[in-house]
């Protein structure tokens, strides 16, 4: 299955918020905002009228939004998690009709997704 190749740009930090409609609402924050979470005695994020759920980091790519589309696929460089653990460098992929998922490097080949790497997508996939 071919693939495009998007770099990416950095990460972006988001808060995840339930309104009383249950629908839900993401806010971008800041590195800083965000990391401040793990420390001791952390200040969690408000939203009036409605009930903080997480916040997270995701790799962002050269697109408008930052998001990768259907077909699209990018590196996410080796980095050193809050708890100082080494994470190694891994593909993010999507796919029509999957949802956003994580690969090992060498299940992209020259623009193209492995059998493995296709396998990996569904296994992630199933509910």
Known sequence: MALIKLQQKEYGYFHR???PDNSVQEVRTTEADYLQLGKLNPKNPVMVGATWECSYET???DTPSGKLSDNQYGAVAART???GKHCSSYYMVKL???SLCSVA???IV???LTTKGLEQIKLNNKS
């Open 59 to 61: 790799p962002e790519f």
């Open 96 to 98: 029509l009709n999957y």
């Open 17 to 19: 918020f339930r309104l």
């Open 105 to 107: 490097l060498e299940d």
């Open 81 to 83: 998690d809050l708890q």
């Open 110 to 112: 020259n623009d193209e």
